[in-house]
Each structure stands twice: as C-alpha cells, then as structure tokens.
C-alpha cells in the first residue's frame, strides 16, 4: 500500500490534531459553494437564489462531511499505524545494531533464551499434538468410549459384551452411530511365511462412527458382520504398501488369516490408525447377540450433535439396567434392583479417553519448562543490567539530545525483545530437533505420538512467549536504567548509587532464579525417587534374562488334548537348544496383558461379599513356568506333565489370593472356580504373588491352571537362557519351525522390555523433568555467578581501598562469599515453600514417596545452596586480588 | 440510489477523477466543472459525491492533497495526481473501454440467439 504521498500532508497536520482534520473538511466544502454562488451569480441568478441553486445542485453538505471526516480518519489512523511500524523497525534495526556490537554478551544471552524458549516449545508440541489438537477425525468432539462398571462385583472398568453390543446399538438414541471393537492378533500366510498381523475386531458401524471411510474399496456392510459372513478384511495403508506394492488389484485379493481365506475389500488412509498406532487389519467382528459373555470389547459411538456425553451415559445406564434385570443370574446381580447399585456405563469423550493418562505427566512437564523459561529470563535480565552500566552513558545521551524517557523505554524494550526473538529463532530450531528425535527414538511410546507435529499454533505460541519474555526481561533493567536518569550522570564518577539499585534488583533476580530452581529440582527429585523406587520394587518375578516369543498356533491345534501335545513337543525342543536355561509356555507372561480377569468362586463359601477383591487374574501356564520366571513355590507343587485333560483340573494360586480364605498350606486340596466357566479345579500349590500390568499397583488375586486342560491358541513361550540371548533364540525360531512351521515368529522380545514399556509415562516424566532440572541448575548456577562477578567488578575500587587500609585478603573473600551465602538461602527457603505446594500437584506422579519426602526436601536445597556459594568462590578470590591503584585510575 | 448504480457511478466517477487531475492540479470545484462539462452534467447529479470520491483516492495513495490559493485568491485544497494514480488512471482507462463497447453492443441485440 502506498502511503508515502501522505506522510508530508501528516507530518504537517499532526500538531494541529483531529480539530483540524474537520476544518479543512468544511473549508473545501465551503469553498466549493461559495465558488458555485459566484458563479451563479455572475450569470445573473439573484443572490439569494444562489445560494439555494448550489446548495440543491450540491446535494446534502452535511452527509458529504461525514463521509468526508469518515475517510479522513481513517486514513490518519493508518498512517499513525504505518509511522508507528516504521518507527519500531527503526528501533528494531538499530537494536541489531547494538546488539552487533557486543557479540559474547548477544551469544550468551541468546543461547539461555534458546534453551529456554526451545524447551517451552518442544514441550509445547508434545502438549499442543497430543492434548489440544483434536483428534484427526470429522467433528472428533462428538466421538466417545463406551465402556461398563459395576464396583460391587470389583468392575470398575467392564467391557461390553457381543449381546450388550447389540442392545446399545438398538436402544441408545443419543448415538448417531455405534460400533464395538475388541484387540485381535492375526496369522497371515504369506509368500515368506507366517506373520503376525496385529488387528481389531470391529462391528459394521464402525468406520461411520469414526467418520473415516477406507481410501480405497468400501466399509464392512452389516451382512459381512454376521458369524461366518465375516471373512472380509480392509488392511492398513502400511500393509497394502508393504505386502502388495500399492497396487489397486489388491481389492478383490483373497489372503489366509488364521488359516481362513479373507477377501480383502479395502484399504484405509495412510493416517489412519485407531485404536492404536501398530494396527494392520481391521476384520468384521462376526456379532453374535446371543454371545452374553465375553465382555472384552470397548463401545465407539457418534454423539448426535448437541447431545452431551453426561446424557448419553444416563441413557445407556438405563439400558444397561434393564438388561440387568432381565438376566440377573447373568452378572450375579442377584434380586437387587440395579438402580440400587453403582452399576452404570461410563461414556467418556474418546479425546480424553485415549490421552487421559497422559494429560497430568504432560501439564506437569510444560509447567516445569515453564519454570525454566522463567529462570532463563531472569538470567538474561541480569545479563542486561550488568549492560546497564555501559550504557547508562548512551542513555543519558539520547535523554539530553531530547528523547522522552518513554522513548528510550521503547528502545531498550525493542532490544531485549529483538535478543527474544534471536533467542527464538534458535530456541525453535532446537526444537524442532528435538521433537524430531524424540519421536523417532521410541524412547517412550505416547498416545498420538505419530501426529506430533509443530504448526502454526507452536509457532504463534513460541512468538508470544518470546515477545512476552523480551519485554520482562527487558522491562526491570530498562525501567531502572531510565528512572536513574533522574541523577542524569554524563560523567561516569558517581556510579556508586546506580549500582547500589542494581545490585538490590539482581540480588531479587538471583533470589527468584534460585527458588525457581529449588521448586523444580525438589519435583525432579520426587519423581526420580519414585521411579527408582518402581524399578527397584520386587516384582515378585525376574524379567531379566527372559524372553518373550509369541505363539499363534494354527486352528487345528484349538483343543485342549492336541494343544497339550503340542505344548510337551515345543518345551522339550526348545529346552534341548543350547544355552536355554528353562522354557514355559502361557496364555500369558505378566505385563503382557493377556491373561482373563474374571469373578471367582470357592467351593463350600457363599459368593463372596461385594467388594473390588472379587477379580482375579487366570493365566493357562505349563509346568515349569515360575521356575522360568523365578516366581518362588510357596506351598504344594507345580503343574505336571500329567495335568492334562485326562486328569484332575487342577489350579496354583498366588498368594494374595491364598491369603485371604487360609493360612499357609491350608488352601492345597480346596476347589475354585471363575465366574465365567463352571469347571472347579482342586488347588495343588500356592505361588508367591507377582506384579501384573501396573508396576505401581498391588499383586491382584491370580489363578493359574494347566495349559495342557485349559487349552489355547495363542500362546507366550518364556525362554530364559544363560549368555546373550540373541544367538540362543536363533536356535529356539530352528526349533520351533521344526515343529511347526506355520507359527509366524515375529513377536520376540525380552520381557524385561515388557515391563519397561508399562512404565513409559512415568520414564517420559522421568527423563524429561531430571533434564529440566538439571537444566535449571546450570542456569541458576551462571546467573549467580554473573551477579557476584558484577558485583565484585563494581566494588573493585571499595576492595582495593579495604585492602591497602590493611583488611585481610581473605576476609573479603568471607565477605563475598557471605552474601553468596545469604542470596542462596532467602532463594533455597523461598524455593522450598513454593516446593511444598507446588509438589501437593504431582502427587499422582509419585509412587512410594511423599510429596514432602524430608530426605528430599532436605538434600537437593542444601545441594543447590552449596552450587550457588560454589559459583561465588571465583568471584570473591577476583574480590581478594582487588588492586586498589587500578581501581582509582579506572575513574 | 440502487447499489448497482451507486458503484457503477462510483467506478466511473474516480475514473473521470483522475482523467482530470492527468492536465495537471486542481481544486474540487474545478475538478466538478471539468467532469460536468465534459459529461453533459449526466454522472454528478450531485456535487457533493464528488468529495467523498476525492478523500478515497487521497486514502489509497492515488491522489495528494496540498493547500493552496485558488485564481481568485481563495484558500483552497489541491489535488494532484500521483504516480500510482496516473498508473492506476493508465491501466483503468482501456478495461472501461472494452466494458463500455461490450456493454454497448450487449445491450443493442434483438435476439435470445447467441451468435
């Protein structure tokens, strides 16, 4: 736009303001009537008649005025804009100037600002992607989780069953659209042998509640949803890339999963990935309503616009009690109304649903850079009134020469926000890095990690922030550099008072930075205890040294007397290969998370009174699985080779069950059921109890029984080998082949690989908060050596003078030293108060450890308080080689 | 007035605006005198529009404003054209020929037909 016709009209109006915009309004008009009257008038038209004549041929005077001052105002306005820009790019240019000129201090500043501002965006990222964006499917915000709970039957969190599938379906008008989906693991045959295809298990409505339909091909229609319909699949854009190069004749292809042949009739986008990241098949669930077991599936609804979770969750309540009613013998709801009870279905927005977890470590993390933020800023804030010094004679030049002291103000604002943005620019390289490597390093595995992205969003926040920053750590030096002008010292003799003020305010910036530092050092602290005390905990088994491999065995071995064969010829292969200590096999290793969690009974007591002790866990497990785990015997014996389907059921419990019917030995001999299968099995031994799923969480009621009775297809095989275990599982895959080839061997880990990726969040938490902290303390420990060093400097001649009157040199490194002292603890105290209410807030984060834990709260402050008067010894051994003669010369 | 008229003699106006100013710089009433006589007094039908009309140009730069003395000395407001306002007259001038000439002939068909 080119305004520069205007600026010598504006420079020249200016002085005379808005009033006069108006008056030369009215002149010009005036002057046009008064010029039409004349020359009415000079044609012969009487006066008065004139002027009416060109008033009507003028048209309205006063409308064309407004009009007039409308867009003169307007454009005034722009123009102001316009030289009010041009002038802070002045400033802007100049500070670049000026910031030019003193390349260590910029360097300095500008890599504390980086690291500040980098870490606030990258940490900003991970919050932005995960928590505020929403999730990546049409009007996300209408997409919620149905899940059940019955706490008196121990049901916090119930899955849906087939039958309950179809009554929500049917019943729940607030649904647009609802579906059910339920974890699946596939074997796929292909060209190179079997693999492992993780999968889900979905009800025909599932793409339309997600409202993403298969890039290529169609949805499941609800014919393909009937039991034995459904062999059709759509597979991931992952797969189709990987198994059938792109190609659009994949549609119609017909595949071999789990020895059934699937037509595969679609391919979803490539970012599709719900509900989790590694899926690859999606296959109609074959809904059967006559299913009323089997409650492992998760609800998937589309609210219908303006209806709110709250109210789709009273809705299918009160489906869920009618059913209850129906069939009480079914859940054990006995005679009792359901209403009476806290039986209820849980509605929860899929947002919060899948990144709930994550939500607090998250917030926790972006405070705690915040924090950083905070303490980098006020470092650079002292950096910038050590500054002030040099320039207060700039200043004091610009203020005689005539500038306003707003004027000088803004200057020194537009350098320190002009150091932000330098900082920023940085800072967000960093960022970008870093979030690039964190990603990729599968450090941690986070919800929605693969959509981490910096946008437009991070952007604007970084500049916000970095703006914010610039003005707050240039406003405290600046303000002070202008009001002591007041003195307006050109000759740079009496600087004694000047530096008195800036020592008061970069003594409080030093406090401030210090206590910022305990505060987050003191979380970090807690935390890193907590999580020592996690990994440290006795797990009731030893994951180390043992290896996971999955075990999908073919269709044709899914009964129990072909499975216990199957189970005695792999055990005794794999314990023959070399370098293999023990071998077992399971439905389930602990932390896996396939083991079935049931209500269970015990022969000769009443059903068990209500309360969240009635679940427990049931793994299938072979003989020697707890010698392979270390899971101690406490009473009785393992599980034998003739425990099969010719013999007696049979069943070891843990301990914690044990403990709460019997003493001892005395459960051995005694029956016990689950719920969901009335087969009673005598207990033969009683095991120590080991942690399953949740690291942080009390060992769970266990049953175990034989694999060899109880059967099942997809099995864990545990390998503990002596050595490296990489050479060993090669021979474990020979033999395992050997036996049967069809077994896809994709599945290997080490299961303390298992247990590691339980604890991500908390690793995450971990990591990143003993970074910041660290961080922080390298921060704080520069800024108040920077403090002390410029205090010294400034009382160098007062030094010099101490000494030659005879003081000890080492006195006045007592001295110095003492103020050290003093500006560590007023910051340590302060910093462990706000450590004592900050740290009420991450209570959820911390396992075994208070939130005040004393050893804590006592160590790192002291620790930090020695750094700080550690970061003065330089400073004050510079104070005790003060030479008093340099010092007088200086002035 | 209609909206449809309103800018079409809005459009039209700024252009004899600035067709005006290309001899050189001139007040407002001298400005309304040329484009009346030059336009049989058919496009301002009321001096005044042609004030507002003046402030606009002046506000996207194309015109500039100065204070002067008019022939028989008067304080009066000089406009003149500026180099964007004599690019601007140079590129409008032929897009409102071929306007006016297809509007022209649209207008003269007898017929639904198209040729």
């Given amino acids: 736009m080119s305004v520069a016709p205007g600026w010598r009209r504006i420079f020249r109006l200016a002085p005379r303001g808005a009033r006069s915009l108006e008056r030369d309004v009215d002149d010009e008009l005036a002057f046009h009537l008064a010029m039409r009257e004349e020359k009415l008038r000079m044609r012969g038209v009487p006066p008065d008649a004139a002027q009416t004549q060109a008033r009507e041929r003028f048209g309205d005077p006063s409308r064309v005025r407004d009009e007039c001052i409308t867009i003169d105002r307007q454009y005034a306005r722009e123009v102001r804009l316009m030289e009010w820009l041009e002038s802070v790019w002045s400033d802007f240019r100049y500070a670049l100037r000026t910031l030019r000129r003193m390349p260590a201090f910029t360097t300095v500043a500008t890599l504390t600002l980086a690291l500040g501002i980098g870490a606030t965006s990258a940490m900003f990222t991970l919050v932005n992607s995960i928590l505020l964006r929403p999730l990546p499917y049409p009007n996300a915000d209408r997409l919620v989780k149905l899940i059940q709970s019955y706490p008196e039957k121990g049901l916090d969190t119930w899955g849906v069953s087939q039958q309950n599938i179809v009554m929500y379906r049917d019943g729940a008008t607030d649904f647009a659209a609802f579906a059910a989906y339920r974890g699946a693991s596939l074997t796929m045959r292909a060209e190179n042998g079997p693999e492992r295809l993780p999968a889900v298990r979905v009800t025909a409505d599932f793409f339309k509640v997600m409202g993403v339909s298969p890039a290529l091909g169609r949805p499941f229609t609800t014919d393909e949803d009937a039991p034995g319909r459904n062999n059709v699949v759509i597979v991931s854009h992952g797969l189709w890339q990987t198994h059938f190069g792109g190609a659009m004749s994949v549609l119609g292809k017909t595949i071999d999963l789990d020895g059934q042949p699937t037509r595969i009739v679609g391919v979803m986008p490539p970012d599709f990935a719900f509900p989790r990241a590694d899926v690859k098949a999606w296959i109609p669930m074959g809904l059967d309503p006559s299913r009323t077991h089997g409650w492992v599936n998760s609800g998937i609804a589309r609210l219908k616009p303006g209806i709110s979770p709250q109210h789709a969750e009273r809705q299918t309540t009160a489906i869920m009690w009618n059913w209850a009613r129906r069939e009480p013998e079914l859940i054990g709801a006995g005679s009792s109304a359901p209403e009476k009870t806290r039986m209820k279905t849980i509605v929860t927005p899929l947002h919060e649903a899948i990144t709930g977890r994550t939500a607090r470590p998250l917030t926790v993390l972006m405070a705690a850079v915040s924090l950083i933020l905070l303490i980098a800023t006020a470092n650079v804030a002292t950096l910038l009134s050590s500054r002030a010094a040099a320039r207060q004679r700039e200043i004091g030049l610009r203020t005689a020469l005539g500038a306003t002291s707003g004027r000088v103000l803004r200057q020194l604002l537009t350098e320190s926000v002009a150091l932000a943005l330098l900082g920023a620019v940085v800072g967000t390289g960093l960022a970008v890095m870093a979030v690039r490597v964190f990603v990729r390093s599968a450090l941690v595995t986070l919800p929605r990690l693969a959509e981490v992205t910096v946008d437009g969003r991070v952007l604007t926040v970084t500049l916000a922030v970095s703006v914010l920053s610039g003005i707050l750590f240039g406003l405290l030096p600046a303000l002070h550099g202008v009001r002591s002008q007041g003195t307006s010292d050109l000759n740079a003799g009496q600087r004694e008072s000047s530096h008195r003020s800036t020592r008061r305010l970069n003594n409080a910036l030093v406090v401030a930075q210090l206590s910022l530092s305990v505060v987050l050092l003191i979380a970090a602290g807690l935390v890193l205890k907590s999580f020592q005390r996690l990994t440290h905990i006795d797990m009731g088994f030893r994951p180390d040294g043992v290896t996971s491999i999955a075990l999908a065995l073919p269709a044709r071995l899914n009964n129990a007397a072909a499975t216990s064969a199957f189970v005695g010829t792999i055990l005794e292969q794999v314990r023959a290969v070399p370098g293999v200590r023990s071998a077992a096999l399971a439905w389930s290793l602990p932390f896996e998370g396939n083991s079935n969690v049931d209500g269970y009974l015990i022969d000769g007591r009443p059903v068990p009174p209500s309360g969240n002790e009635d679940q427990t866990f049931q793994t299938a497990v072979s003989p020697g699985f707890f010698g392979t785990l270390s899971v101690p015997l406490l009473y009785g014996r393992d599980f034998t080779a003739a425990d099969d389907t010719t013999g007696l059921p049979v069943a070891v419990v843990n301990e914690t069950l044990a403990k709460r019917y019997w003493t001892g030995a005395a459960a051995l001999g005694k029956r016990i059921r689950v719920t969901g299968d009335d087969t009673w099995f005598t207990i033969v031994g009683v095991v120590a109890s080991a942690r399953d799923l949740d690291a942080a969480a009390t060992p769970l009621p266990h049953i175990y029984v034989s694999v060899s009775q109880a059967g099942g297809t997809r099995l864990s095989l545990a390998v503990r080998t002596a050595g490296d275990p990489r050479s060993v599982i090669a021979g474990v895959r020979r033999a395992i082949t050997q036996v049967e080839p069809s077994i896809p061997l994709d599945g290997v880990r080490p299961l303390s690989g298992v247990v590691d990726q339980s604890l991500d969040t908390r690793r995450l938490t971990e990591i990143l908060l003993g970074g910041f902290a660290l961080l922080a303390v390298i921060l704080a420990g520069v800024g108040i050596y920077g403090v002390m060093s410029l205090h010294v400097a400034n009382r160098n001649r007062e030094f010099g003078i101490r000494l030659a009157i005879g003081a000890e040199p080492f006195a006045l490194v007592r001295l110095v030293l003492g103020e050290g002292a003093l500006l560590a603890a007023l910051g340590v105290g302060l910093g462990v108060g706000g450590a004592l209410v900050a740290t009420r807030w991450i209570g959820s984060l911390l396992y075994d450890v208070s939130a005040t834990d004393p050893a804590v709260f006592v160590s790192l402050p002291l620790l930090l308080a020695a750094i700080a008067v550690a970061s003065c010894y330089l400073p004050a051994r510079r104070a005790a080689k003060s030479d008093p003669m340099q010092a007088m010369r200086a002035d | ?115």
């Fill in chain 2, 1 to 115: 007035m209609a909206d449809a008229e309103s800018d079409l003699l809005r459009s039209s106006l700024d252009l004899l605006v600035l067709k005006a100013l290309t001899w050189g710089p001139m007040h407002g009433y001298g400005i309304s005198e040329w484009v009346e006589g030059a336009t049989d007094a058919v496009l301002l039908l009321e001096e005044g529009t042609l004030y507002p009309a003046l402030h606009r140009l002046e506000r996207r730069g194309w015109l500039t404003a100065e204070w002067g003395v008019s022939d028989n000395n008067r304080r009066a407001k000089f406009y003149k054209l500026s180099a964007a306002g004599r690019a601007r007259y140079r590129a409008e001038a032929p897009v409102w020929h071929r306007h006016a000439e297809a509007i022209a002939v649209a207008l003269r068909r007898t017929s639904a037909q198209t040729a």
